[in-house]
């Protein structure tokens, strides 16, 4: 879905955006980030999802997989060469 339908769903429901995230306890500009960031919170997406009638997989396919599992957002952070040996000639921090 676009955002914008997204959008446009839950303010037909609650009016504004920021009502529903009091609603729901949250900060008020917590619905506004969910959709705009994806993996700002998880449940909170799906929680949006819920509120539309919709599964997550359906509101942001490149969110959620179809099992319903999210989607990893963090960088691969392995490294791609060896750390030069004349780095640590003594084994101790500089």
Known sequence: ???EDVKASLRKKWG????????????????????????YS?????EIAKQIGREPHEVWPDRF?????????????????MPCSTHRQNEVAA
């Open 65 to 81: 997989h179809t099992d319903g599992t999210p989607v990893s957002f963090r960088a691969d952070r392995t490294p791609t060469a």
């Open 16 to 39: 504004s955006l920021s009502a529903l995230s009091r609603h729901l306890g949250r900060n008020s500009n917590a619905i506004t980030q969910a959709l705009a960031q994806p993996g």
């Open 1 to 3: 879905m676009h955002v």
């Open 42 to 46: 998880v449940p909170l997406e799906r």
